[in-house]
């Protein structure tokens, strides 16, 4: 804003612009009342009498302008009987000369009185005139106080956008962990159970991909201490900040991607790639992007530019990519779920190269022929095509779903495409995959097996009724909340059902009417201590602010906590829910830690400390900030 304002004098509009200073509009109360004071000295001095001829003190008609000095002498000239004083030069000569011609015949005695009198008077006129200028310079002073303060608050109001803006990047200020001393005691508890988890880790596999527990030994998937990097952004948000200092250090000197190591490019992505990405989003730690940019040139070479498929396993050392050992296909889910981490890379490091490789992906997969939205589980990397027809949410296809909406939230709903194709996949999903139990009506998400409908459930698809519900909060159709909330309960219903109150890996579903809605099966009766359950109880709890969500995240807790602690650290999986003694697997997967146990702590956050309007978590629970393409 300029310091002069062109404002119209009066209510004339021919009138011409006048400068007025734009702060005379905002003048303080003591301004004014100091203005007042000094023009009441003033008035005081001119009007009370003070004058030589009544014993008080003389005008100070040094303090006036000279066309009013010998006016206002004048008024007084008839009590001092004399002519005026030497400092009057304007009235002696010009207005009354005969006063000049005068004055050599007065007395010696009256002479010598004037003269005294003239000195007392421009002593007072002096004093007067300096307590003025004093009085003058205090309110200058002020004034430009006042200026200056009105000037920062103009600043901080402008500023004001920009500061909401850097909310998203403000971690390095400490908003994005919870101190011990605010965390009610559901939290405590989860982050006690963290800390037992990772006393075993420290103990007995420090530095290693994963925990055997039982045992006290290490397991080793790709030699990156998983574990220790999913659990990064966990320790975090906890506030462990001991422990996240000595995982750093870990990481910052131990961490070497250049070894002769075959990764699988999806788990290596998800895991790796995105907890280091999201520890550097919430720390702002330049080394943590760093290590996640020496990862992305790496696996970048799994991208296979003549089919636009990517491989699924490369060399760390050799950048050399292949498929599988297993056959010669790749998950749908694993190449369609390396886009968030891919593109937040891009826009971290200005390098588009891992934005344009992973939305090659995308549109060739975009260009394939699907069933309403669906697609099977495989794909050839050589040929580019879909291989099969099995259609599952589960094992293989889940995230390919997932990454849909994502994509269109994490980039600020610019990709419209991936919107597009959410809402087709979801149509497809309900026109071809949701069924309800005979007897208790439970929704559930069945399997298209050579285009017949199986009704059998993973675990894996709890993840489904969050994404629904997250969904439906960005705009999408309000029914697919109700889907969600349907299809949550039916995903507590696996825990609650079983005899150790805990999920198993697959769940099947009665189609008869008898006495049971859903049933297991042996084989399938383990439990990995997955997450999806209670990533959906926590999405539906934030956007519903529906307390039930925490009361059955709370039961799975406790069950978790009875049957899976392992005394001498760690936490198990589990061999069979179907018993009311389960016994362990001897095995702590690294997602315990960085997934179920972050969502368990955020679900008893009574604070929204990562809101989804401005993060997207991936599939491995690493938060990304929304950012804007």
Same mark, same amino acid.
């Not at 009544?54 to 002498?73: F, I, K, S």
């Not at 500023?159 to 803006?165: D, K, N, T």
């Not at 008869?512 to 990995?528: C, R």
């Given at each position: 804003?300029?310091?002069?304002?062109?404002?119209?004098?009066?209510?004339?509009?021919?009138?011409?612009?006048?400068?007025?200073?734009?702060?005379?509009?905002?003048?303080?109360?003591?301004?004014?009342?100091?203005?007042?004071?000094?023009?009441?000295?003033?008035?005081?001095?001119?009007?009370?009498?003070?004058?030589?001829?009544?014993?008080?003190?003389?005008?100070?008609?040094?303090?006036?302008?000279?066309?009013?000095?010998?006016?206002?002498?004048?008024?007084?000239?008839?009590?001092?009987?004399?002519?005026?004083?030497?400092?009057?030069?304007?009235?002696?000569?010009?207005?009354?000369?005969?006063?000049?011609?005068?004055?050599?015949?007065?007395?010696?005695?009256?002479?010598?009185?004037?003269?005294?009198?003239?000195?007392?008077?421009?002593?007072?006129?002096?004093?007067?005139?300096?307590?003025?200028?004093?009085?003058?310079?205090?309110?200058?002073?002020?004034?430009?106080?006042?200026?200056?303060?009105?000037?920062?608050?103009?600043?901080?109001?402008?500023?004001?956008?920009?500061?909401?803006?850097?909310?998203?990047?403000?971690?390095?200020?400490?908003?994005?962990?919870?101190?011990?001393?605010?965390?009610?005691?559901?939290?405590?508890?989860?982050?006690?159970?963290?800390?037992?988890?990772?006393?075993?880790?420290?103990?007995?596999?420090?530095?290693?991909?994963?925990?055997?527990?039982?045992?006290?030994?290490?397991?080793?998937?790709?030699?990156?201490?998983?574990?220790?990097?999913?659990?990064?952004?966990?320790?975090?948000?906890?506030?462990?900040?001991?422990?996240?200092?000595?995982?750093?250090?870990?990481?910052?000197?131990?961490?070497?991607?250049?070894?002769?190591?075959?990764?699988?490019?999806?788990?290596?992505?998800?895991?790796?790639?995105?907890?280091?990405?999201?520890?550097?989003?919430?720390?702002?730690?330049?080394?943590?992007?760093?290590?996640?940019?020496?990862?992305?040139?790496?696996?970048?070479?799994?991208?296979?530019?003549?089919?636009?498929?990517?491989?699924?396993?490369?060399?760390?050392?050799?950048?050399?990519?292949?498929?599988?050992?297993?056959?010669?296909?790749?998950?749908?889910?694993?190449?369609?779920?390396?886009?968030?981490?891919?593109?937040?890379?891009?826009?971290?490091?200005?390098?588009?190269?891992?934005?344009?490789?992973?939305?090659?992906?995308?549109?060739?997969?975009?260009?394939?022929?699907?069933?309403?939205?669906?697609?099977?589980?495989?794909?050839?990397?050589?040929?580019?095509?879909?291989?099969?027809?099995?259609?599952?949410?589960?094992?293989?296809?889940?995230?390919?779903?997932?990454?849909?909406?994502?994509?269109?939230?994490?980039?600020?709903?610019?990709?419209?495409?991936?919107?597009?194709?959410?809402?087709?996949?979801?149509?497809?999903?309900?026109?071809?995959?949701?069924?309800?139990?005979?007897?208790?009506?439970?929704?559930?998400?069945?399997?298209?097996?050579?285009?017949?409908?199986?009704?059998?459930?993973?675990?894996?698809?709890?993840?489904?009724?969050?994404?629904?519900?997250?969904?439906?909060?960005?705009?999408?159709?309000?029914? !697919?909340?109700? %889907?969600?909330?349907?299809?949550?309960?039916?995903? #507590?219903? &696996? =825990?609650?059902?079983?005899?150790? /109150? *805990?999920?198993?890996?697959?769940?099947?579903?009665?189609?008869?009417?008898?006495?049971?809605?859903?049933?297991?099966?042996?084989?399938?009766? !383990?439990?990995? %201590?997955?997450?999806?359950?209670?990533?959906?109880? #926590?999405? &539906? =709890?934030?956007?519903?602010?529906? /307390? *039930?969500?925490?009361?059955?995240?709370?039961?799975?807790?406790?069950?978790?906590?009875?049957?899976?602690?392992?005394?001498?650290?760690?936490?198990?999986?589990?061999?069979?829910?179907?018993?009311?003694?389960?016994?362990?697997?001897?095995?702590?997967?690294?997602?315990?830690?960085?997934?179920?146990?972050?969502?368990?702590?955020?679900?008893?956050?009574?604070?929204?400390?990562?809101?989804?309007?401005?993060?997207?978590?991936?599939?491995?629970?690493?938060?990304?900030?929304?950012?804007?393409?």
């Amino acid at each position: 804003m300029s310091d002069y304002t062109s404002v119209y004098v009066g209510q004339n509009p021919r009138r011409k612009p006048v400068a007025r200073p734009s702060n005379l509009r905002r003048l303080n109360p003591k301004h004014i009342l100091m203005s007042v004071a000094v023009l009441g000295l003033l008035l005081w001095v001119l009007f009370s009498g003070n004058s030589p001829a009544n014993g008080h003190n003389a005008l100070p008609y040094g303090a006036l302008p000279p066309d009013l000095r010998a006016q206002a002498y004048m008024s007084d000239r008839e009590l001092l009987h004399n002519q005026p004083p030497e400092e009057f030069p304007e009235v002696r000569q010009q207005d009354h000369p005969s006063v000049h011609e005068s004055s050599n015949g007065l007395h010696g005695a009256s002479d010598q009185a004037q003269l005294e009198q003239e000195k007392q008077l421009k002593e007072k006129e002096e004093a007067v005139r300096r307590q003025i200028e004093k009085l003058k310079a205090q309110l200058q002073q002020k004034q430009q106080q006042e200026q200056q303060s009105l000037q920062q608050q103009q600043q901080q109001v402008q500023s004001q956008p920009q500061a909401q803006e850097s909310q998203l990047h403000s971690a390095s200020k400490g908003q994005y962990f919870v101190k011990a001393e605010d965390m009610n005691e559901r939290q405590k508890a989860v982050v006690a159970t963290f800390n037992w988890a990772w006393k075993g880790y420290k103990e007995h596999a420090w530095g290693h991909d994963e925990l055997l527990p039982v045992s006290r030994k290490s397991s080793e998937w790709f030699h990156l201490g998983l574990t220790l990097i999913d659990a990064l952004d966990t320790m975090y948000l906890m506030g462990l900040h001991d422990d996240f200092k000595e995982a750093r250090d870990w990481v910052e000197t131990s961490l070497n991607f250049d070894q002769n190591q075959d990764v699988n490019l999806f788990e290596c992505t998800i895991r790796v790639l995105g907890g280091l990405l999201s520890t550097y989003s919430l720390t702002k730690d330049k080394m943590f992007l760093e290590k996640a940019t020496d990862l992305g040139d790496r696996l970048i070479h799994g991208f296979n530019d003549q089919s636009g498929v990517p491989f699924s396993d490369v060399n760390l050392l050799t950048k050399v990519a292949h498929k599988p050992k297993w056959g010669p296909d790749s998950s749908t889910a694993e190449i369609s779920t390396i886009q968030l981490e891919f593109k937040y890379l891009s826009y971290l490091t200005k390098d588009k190269r891992y934005f344009d490789k992973a939305t090659q992906v995308m549109e060739h997969l975009h260009s394939l022929p699907k069933k309403d939205g669906l697609v099977p589980i495989f794909i050839n990397a050589n040929s580019g095509r879909f291989s099969g027809s099995t259609i599952t949410l589960g094992a293989r296809g889940d995230s390919y779903y997932e990454y849909l909406l994502k994509q269109w939230l994490l980039t600020n709903k610019r990709e419209t495409v991936y919107k597009e194709m959410y809402l087709e996949a979801v149509d497809g999903i309900e026109k071809h995959l949701l069924k309800r139990s005979p007897r208790d009506h439970l929704l559930y998400v069945a399997e298209l097996i050579n285009q017949r409908s199986s009704p059998k459930m993973d675990h894996l698809v709890c993840f489904l009724p969050g994404l629904l519900a997250l969904g439906a909060s960005a705009g999408m159709p309000s029914h !697919h909340m109700d %889907l969600a909330k349907d299809l949550t309960k039916t995903c #507590y219903e &696996m =825990y609650a059902r079983q005899p150790a /109150k *805990l999920a198993p890996e697959i769940v099947h579903f009665h189609t008869d009417g008898t006495d049971h809605d859903m049933y297991v099966k042996p084989a399938d009766a !383990h439990n990995l %201590l997955r997450p999806e359950t209670v990533e959906s109880l #926590y999405i &539906m =709890y934030r956007l519903t602010n529906d /307390k *039930l969500y925490q009361e059955w995240g709370w039961n799975i807790y406790q069950a978790f906590e009875k049957h899976c602690r392992v005394g001498t650290g760690g936490y198990s999986s589990l061999n069979s829910v179907l018993s009311e003694h389960p016994t362990f697997r001897d095995k702590m997967e690294s997602f315990f830690l960085g997934e179920t146990l972050k969502y368990l702590f955020l679900l008893f956050t009574e604070e929204d400390l990562i809101p989804h309007s401005q993060w997207v978590f991936n599939t491995e629970a690493h938060p990304l900030p929304v950012f804007d393409i």
